[in-house]
T-cell receptor
Framework: KQEVTQIPAALSVPEGENLVLNCSFTDSAIYNLQWFRQDPGKGLTSLLLIQSSQREQTSGRLNASLDKSSGRSTLYIAASQPGDSATYLCAVRPRETSGSRLTFGEGTQLTVNP | SQTIHQWPATLVQPVGSPLSLECTVEGTSNPNLYWYRQAAGRGLQLLFYSVGIGQISSEVPQNLSASRPQDRQFILSSKKLLLSDSGFYLC????????????FGSGTQLSVL
């Protein structure tokens, strides 16, 4: 059974700092991995999707990397801003499946202080 | 562009009462549709998914059911709510290819008292 772990559970940083969020998964037989952002009381917004054949994806100040063999992904946020404060979740999709049986981590709650 | 609507945003219901949450998607055809529940300390749990009208797959045994009466409509229901049904319910959709992103609605906070 796939398990996804995100460390740390919470992180507080001053504005302008570069930071890394971690995601690890136990079964490396994945099809892809997604990073999501969730604001309090809201739905999830997809940030980046990395296919199993890819090593990284970039969008603006965000960079996500994937090391499938070691079961790890990182989300790098450059020059953090207070507006980046949110919970960040990663989710993996198994290689063999129908539908979308994503397994989610419990998220890292990020606070960027002005 | 595609949009997903989910309502209501919040709901307070007594134990034993029925439940109906609705989700609709606009701007796409034949989407995959999903219901997730997010409970504190448990992450997101997939409850149901559907690849077409009338086609529902349940991921976990529970007090809930789902229906897809139209291509872009997904309904989550219960005949009698339990206290343990409290949580944040999220509807989501994706195109029918596995490599596409998952798009979520704004969620319904359900409190069963």
């Amino acid at each position: 059974k796939q398990e996804v772990t995100q460390i740390p559970a919470a992180l507080s940083v001053p504005e302008g700092e570069n930071l890394v969020l971690n995601c690890s998964f136990t079964d490396s037989a994945i099809y892809n991995l997604q990073w999501f952002r969730q604001d309090p009381g809201k739905g999830l917004t997809s940030l980046l999707l990395i296919q199993s054949s890819q090593r990284e994806q970039t969008s603006g100040r965000l960079n996500a990397s994937l090391d499938k063999s070691s079961g790890r992904s990182t989300l790098y946020i450059a020059a953090s801003q207070p507006g980046d404060s949110a919970t960040y979740l990663c989710a993996v999709r198994p290689r063999e499946t129908s539908g979308s049986r994503l397994t989610f981590g419990e998220g890292t709650q990020l606070t960027v202080n002005p | 562009s595609q949009t997903i609507h989910q309502w209501p945003a919040t709901l307070v219901q007594p134990v034993g009462s029925p439940l109906s949450l609705e989700c609709t998607v606009e701007g796409t055809s034949n989407p995959n549709l999903y219901w997730y529940r997010q409970a504190a300390g448990r992450g997101l749990q997939l409850l149901f998914y559907s690849v077409g009208i009338g086609q529902i797959s349940s991921e976990v045994p529970q007090n809930l059911s789902a229906s897809r009466p139209q291509d872009r409509q997904f309904i989550l229901s219960s005949k009698k709510l339990l206290l343990s049904d409290s949580g944040f319910y999220l509807c989501a959709w994706s195109v029918s290819r596995r490599d596409e992103k998952l798009f979520f609605g704004s969620g319904t906070q359900l409190s069963v008292l």
